[in-house]
């Protein structure tokens, strides 16, 4: 009997293992993105986009990005910036504030959609890049989605 209960705390370690590396490897969406008042919505390759956010992980680096939305590829993630295939838009840095906010309603973060990029629905939001915490914390996507258009 005491070989099974070994046997059994010996799973329950190992799954409990297991669920905390996992746990630790998912980006963690904190914050929202918002598109500047002139900032478009749907266009193709070259079109710049501005945004800004609220409510990031506070004095942390950041970079602008663009990711599919899942339909291209199946993700394990429901958020774009989940995962490490997003594409810069604008590298950065920019610092978020005290208080999360990544540049401003003024004076967004900006940068064209990058070419090579598949028409669809895409995801614009801020991803960390704050050294030794790269892909820890993202914010969520701009809302609506950008629709990436042919030339």
Same mark, same amino acid.
């Given at each position: 009997? $005491?070989?099974?209960?070994?046997?059994?705390?010996?799973?329950?370690?190992?799954?409990?293992?297991?669920?905390?590396?996992?746990?630790?490897?998912?980006?963690?969406?904190?914050?929202?993105?918002?598109?500047?008042?002139?900032?478009?919505? *749907?266009?193709?390759?070259?079109?710049?986009?501005?945004?800004?956010?609220?409510?990031?992980?506070?004095?942390?680096?950041?970079?602008l990005v663009?990711g599919h939305?899942?339909?291209?590829?199946?993700?394990?993630?429901?958020?774009?910036?989940?995962?490490?295939?997003? $594409?810069?838009?604008?590298?950065g840095p920019?610092?978020?504030?005290?208080?999360?906010?990544?540049?401003?309603?003024?004076?967004?973060?900006?940068?064209?959609?990058?070419?090579?990029?598949?028409?669809?629905?895409?995801?614009?939001?801020?991803?960390?890049?704050?050294?030794?915490?790269?892909?820890? *914390?993202?914010?969520?996507?701009?809302?609506?989605?950008? *629709?990436? $258009?042919?030339?």
């Open positions: 009997m $005491t070989g099974r209960l070994t046997t059994a705390a010996a799973a329950i370690v190992a799954i409990a293992l297991v669920s905390v590396s996992l746990a630790s490897a998912c980006t963690a969406i904190r914050g929202t993105t918002q598109y500047s008042a002139a900032s478009p919505t *749907t266009g193709p390759p070259g079109t710049t986009i501005s945004a800004y956010a609220t409510g990031a992980a506070s004095n942390s680096l950041f970079k663009v939305d899942g339909k291209l590829k199946p993700r394990r993630g429901l958020h774009a910036c989940m995962e490490f295939e997003e $594409t810069a838009v604008s590298a920019w610092r978020s504030d005290v208080y999360g906010n990544i540049a401003d309603a003024s004076s967004p973060a900006s940068g064209p959609i990058p070419e090579g990029l598949v028409p669809g629905v895409w995801h614009v939001c801020f991803y960390e890049i704050t050294p030794g915490q790269e892909g820890a *914390t993202a914010t969520a996507a701009a809302s609506p989605l950008f *629709t990436l $258009t042919m030339i």
